[in-house]
């Protein structure tokens, strides 16, 4: 029971496009809660980390700071940190219900393994053509009709809201974060490994650049295996198949190195011909106040997210959205790495780097979810235990 309801909430597929999983799974774990505190079941009490409520509060507030210097209406930047707080009670719920006991950390693992192999079949099966499977993938995002049928229909080939570089983002983090786990216990099979780079590659070229850096940290000779299955995989698709459409996308790097001995890609010369630029000094220093435009593009038309965050509030908000990151980061080594610098250092090194291409400090997307979530496991902070149950 825990691996589907950790799978929902991790994943937070949008059943039928709109109904959220993550809420959904959330409330009904908190439901179950009550009932046991009511029956008097739920014996060690409720564990609440007030620290992270505080940091996501804090958080919350600073974002009105450049709304008042420019006397700018836009919310919706305070509005999606709201969304930390949802998913904050939903963790309650379901961390409580499931995790908060000896072995809560070893079930985690053992339900996200199960995850990834859930994600796995859905995209080997989906990709090869087993249409209500593909259907039923699809149903779970976010409804993105304009890419239905082109190159890039592949990278909704999960059951997930998320979709592309923020799904990206959550694999990368997951993988880094299980390489550390099994750096450490050493009980997590090496086709893990294949299974994550292979979802990695269905949610973008960006995934396949960056595991690089996380493998190079946690490196062993076990994983050399899975490694070269998956580079002969790449490297056969890439020699005999470059004229697929789906193929052609994710592979590209490959093929031009193949083709050109070149590395580039197409998203990456966009994104530097079009997407960076020098901020003015007064957008340093406060920011316009601005994410989005009134026509809901966004504000200074560009991706990256350290430009995002620089217009909407200035440097100096930049900063904070890294140390609310920063903060969980920490939270997580201490919690289960045992404040491991290396997976401190790995960690912010692979945000920062996607942070230049689209918003990943505290932005709530996947990856931030699961993060905030990871920092519930060890009790290295303050907290409470509330509503031990009726005597």
Known sequence: MSAIFNFFYIY???????????????????????IKLYRNKQIQGIFIPLDNLVVIIILIMFSFIPLLLNRSKDLSV?????????????????????????????????DLKIGVIVQF???????????FITEFALSTNALLVRFYGS????????????????????????????LAYNKKYNNINPIFLFLILFIGL??????????????SFYFKKEYILPLLAFFMTCLFLAINFSQHKYVAHALEPLINLINDHSLHSSSTDILIRKHLFLPEIKQILIGDGYYFTEQGKYYGH???????????????YLIICFLFTAYFVYKVATNWFDGSKVFILSTLLILSILNVKAD??????????FLIFLSFFGHNSKFSIVLAGRK
């Open 12 to 34: 937070d597929p949008w059943l039928f496009h709109f109904f959220r999983m993550a809420f959904f799974s959330g409330f009904v774990a908190l439901f179950f809660l009550i």
């Open 202 to 215: 269905i949610s973008g070229r960006t995934f396949i650049m960056l595991s690089i850096v996380s493998i």
């Open 302 to 316: 560009t991706d990256s997210g350290f430009l995002r965050q620089i217009l909407y509030g200035g440097f100096s």
């Open 78 to 110: 305070v509005i999606q940190y709201t969304k930390f707080l949802i998913f904050f009670i939903c963790a309650v719920g379901i961390y409580n219900l499931f995790y908060y006991f000896p072995n809560g950390k070893f079930t985690l693992i053992r």
């Open 360 to 369: 990943t400090y505290a932005f709530p997307n996947l990856m931030m979810m």
């Open 151 to 178: 190159e890039q229909e592949y990278r909704l080939y999960n059951i997930t809201s998320s979709a592309f570089f923020q799904l990206s983002v959550f694999y990368l983090f997951l993988l880094n974060f299980l």
């Open 121 to 131: 079949c859905v995209g080997i099966l989906s990709l090869i053509g087993i249409s």
